[in-house]
């Protein structure tokens, strides 16, 4: 899980994350290993249903691309959508191929 402040040392402190972006990273990290999940669906896990482009940005955003593994987060259509960690969708689709999930 990731957390904006650093009183709990479960939780990495994040510089540089507005509250929206520290919520989707939150869910991201809640994703189990060999599962994934739409931005679309973290979108409304978060409440806030109409927001799955920002939850796409979010994860572009992200500071620690496999720590906050945003390669567990896909598209609605089913294809990879982006990866912002090295190597691009081509690291993201390994990721998910070494977690279990068979992306085709």
């Keep these: 899980m990731v957390k904006s402040n650093s009183k709990n040392k479960k939780f990495m402190?994040?510089?540089n994350g507005t509250k929206f972006e520290i919520?989707?990273?939150?869910?991201i990290s809640k994703i189990p290993r060999g599962e994934v999940r739409t931005y679309k669906e973290l979108a409304i896990q978060i409440n806030r249903p109409k927001s799955a482009r920002a939850v796409a940005n979010a994860c572009g955003k992200n500071?620690?691309?496999?720590?906050?593994?945003?390669h567990r987060v896909i598209r609605s259509d089913g294809k990879l959508g982006g990866y912002s960690g090295k190597g691009g969708t081509k690291t993201k689709k390994?990721?998910?191929?070494?977690?279990?999930?068979?992306?085709?």
């Design 13 to 15: 402190k994040l510089k």
């Design 63 to 70: 500071p620690y691309p496999v720590k906050i593994p945003c």
């Design 94 to 104: 390994k990721l998910l191929k070494n977690e279990g999930y068979l992306y085709e």
């Design 23 to 27: 919520k989707v990273w939150n869910s």
